[in-house]
């Protein structure tokens, strides 16, 4: 069974930075893409940034340029990096696994078996 832990979260200004930590458990994460995912309030969750078994990475246009996904396989870790934050980054963050090690532009949440309780990431104007 498959379990995913956010850590990182918090309060930032306009332009700041801020690194988002991703856990996970479960014997067969290590071979699956992982991905970023976030929800404002009142919002459908959105893609956010994918990283492939290999090292591959996506991103969302919105993001491109100013976030980095990373993964440390050793320690079943999946970061991310968020620089020059703005207010319409704020969210709830969320990890998930994806199916197979070949990471994919924007899955429909539905398609995920399990999701961790989220990290909230807030930008001040």
């Known amino acids: 069974q498959e379990r995913l832990v956010e850590s990182g979260g918090g309060l930032v200004q306009t332009g700041e930075s801020m690194r988002l930590s991703c856990t996970a458990s479960g014997l067969f994460v290590v071979t699956m893409a992982m991905y970023w995912y976030r929800q404002a309030p009142g919002k459908e969750r959105e893609f956010v940034a994918a990283?492939?078994?290999?090292?591959?990475?996506i991103y969302a246009e919105s993001v491109k340029g100013r976030f980095t996904i990373s993964r440390d396989k050793d320690k079943k870790a999946t970061y991310l990096q968020m620089n020059n934050l703005k207010p319409e980054d704020t969210a709830l963050y969320y990890c998930?696994?994806?199916?197979?090690?070949?990471?994919?532009?924007?899955?429909?949440?539905?398609?995920?078996?399990?999701w961790g309780q989220g990290t909230q990431v807030t930008v001040s104007s």
């Open positions: 990283v492939s078994w290999e090292g591959d990475t």
């Open positions: 998930a696994a994806g199916r197979s090690g070949v990471a994919r532009y924007a899955p429909r949440p539905a398609e995920f078996g399990a």
